[in-house]
């Protein structure tokens, strides 16, 4: 843990020094810590532009590590993530009726996003309870991201061209956005929400143990599952609706730390929290390095990671 955090803050360090404006990272430092100077401009763009963009990508890391190690456990698969049961799909939905029937804005859109990431969680969990096992969920999760992206496709076909490039740039994903009001929302809300899940960690380690050992041990899994997939749409909800879909951290970052730490998820939690705030800090610094001083999309740099990872794993799964 110690030397993710100290990772974490060597990223974010360079991550606030580095892009279309170049702060000398030797400088910020120093006078991060009062024995060198800044001119006004580098102050400026460090406080007002770069700093809430870094907190947002930490607290938006935390938050997919956090919830995709939930997911992964509770369906017993190192491949789930928080879009399997339509969350990512359902926020999608949301800001593109936001953007193309509305008159859009970032409040506008983040608020349709969150509300139909709820709404698709909430709907596949209600269909998953026609079965008793997690296959039922998974199913339900299926069946709702092919409508909603169909329903998706019928509202971007009367999509103007101002709205088509939104709604191009919100699916790959974004911390461009970033400003103080935000993350005075978010950083509390996402902290709590952390702290709980984390604090679920006996129910997690029971959950590996099978569906049918947790019952003995006097968990209830209806009650269980509906708490946890609430929990996690809560947390990666708002983190959606205003970053946009930024895939694969949540199904990269917690496995890395199950082969790393194993599978006691009294550590695996935490390590995933920090390790999901370290990663998407890295991906937001590439994004703004690699073409600089144009941008990259950050979830174009996440799925060009994510992508041959997973491809990793299913041949490591073969093998």
Known sequence: MILLIVLLLAAALLASANGAYQIAPKQLFGWLIGVDSLDDVSRNVWINIRLPRIVLGIVAGAALGVAGCVMQALFRNPLAEPGLVGLSAGASFGAVMAIVLTAGGLLLTASFAFVGSLLATFLAYFLGRLSRSNAGLLLAGIAINTIVFSLMGLLII????????????????????????M??????????????????????????LGEREAFHLGYSLNKLRWQLITLVALTVGPIVAVTGGIGFVGLVVPHLMRLWKGSDHRWVLPASVVAGALALTLGDWLSRVLMAPSELPIGLVTSLVGGPFFIWLLVRGKR
């Open 158 to 181: 009367n999509a103007n061209d101002a709205q088509l490039r939104d709604l191009t740039f919100w699916n790959m994903g974004s911390l461009a956005n970033a400003d103080w009001r």
């Open 183 to 208: 993350i005075v929302v978010l950083l509390p809300w996402t902290v709590l929400m952390s702290v709980i899940l984390m604090t679920r960690w006996k129910v997690l380690n029971a959950l590996l």
